[in-house]
T-cell receptor, first 115, second 114 residues
Framework: AAGVIQSPRHLIKEKRETATLKCYPI?????VYWYQQGPGQDPQFLIS???????DKGSIPDRFSAQQFSDYHSELNMSSLELGDSALYFC??????????????FGPGTRLTVT | AQSVTQLDSQVPVFEEAPVELRCNYS??????LFWYVQYPNQGLQLLLK??????LVKGINGFEAEFNKSQTSFHLRKPSVHISDTAEYFC????????????FGKGTMLLVSP
């Protein structure tokens, strides 16, 4: 079965640079969530989109922005990168805001390293 | 707001022994509960979930969990673990009427040795 696709899988950037992470949800899934997992930490919710509109917002820095496109894929744009942004960034998708099962399907993550 | 507490950061256990990973939650409203597993350098995989109904939930890979509303707990158990169960386990909650954003616990590293 098709899963959530994230690209790139690994990304190395320098401080103050910009990064763009992409997420392709499971086909027919219309909701996308972004989570940030720092080293040895639990995943922290950043932002979510439902039907191309922002549905919820968590601890996302102002330097970050995201959007969901007409084909439901999503991009997380990160500017003025800081060392503390080094983390694993997960995308998850679901069918509907909650769906019938409340299940979120996670992608493999993008490991961002800021040097 | 909801919160999740996983009391053990690491649980070492021998192969074929039983294991219990503890999870307690705090919420002023009803919640749905989940256990996810994360193998090294991989994403999160859903093990099992509790939405309603029977408080004993069975998941994949032989895991089960029991929802206890009075103790606000959702402990994960397996009667006999394998080396391949070595991974990080996260307990998570969401609010049924919300946007199903997940709030995770800090995780428990299960270390299975021969």
């Amino acid at each position: 079965a098709a899963g959530v696709i994230q690209s790139p899988r690994h990304l190395i950037k320098e401080k103050r640079e910009t990064a763009t992470l992409k997420c392709y949800p499971i086909p027919r899934h219309d909701t996308v969530y972004w989570y940030q997992q720092g080293p040895g930490q639990d995943p922290q919710f950043l932002i979510s989109f439902y039907e191309k509109m922002q549905s919820d917002k968590g601890s996302i820095p102002d330097r970050f922005s995201a959007q969901q496109f007409s084909d439901y894929h999503s991009e997380l744009n990160m500017s003025s990168l800081e060392l503390g942004d080094s983390a694993l960034y997960f995308c998850a998708s679901s069918l509907g805001l909650a769906g019938s099962t409340y299940e979120q399907y996670f992608g493999p993550g993008t490991r961002l390293t800021v040097t | 707001a909801q919160s999740v507490t996983q009391l053990d950061s690491q649980v070492p256990v021998f192969e074929e022994a039983p294991v219990e990973l503890r999870c307690n939650y705090s919420s002023s409203v009803s919640v749905y509960l989940f256990w996810y597993v994360q193998y090294p350098n991989q994403g999160l995989q859903l093990l099992l979930k509790y939405l309603s109904g029977s408080t004993l939930v069975k998941g994949i890979n032989g895991f089960e969990a029991e929802f206890n509303k009075s103790q606000t707990s959702f402990h994960l158990r397996k009667p006999s673990v394998h080396i391949s169960d070595t991974a990080e386990y996260f307990c998570a909650v969401t609010v049924p009427s919300g946007y199903s954003t997940l709030t995770f616990g800090k995780g428990t590293m299960l270390l299975v040795s021969p």
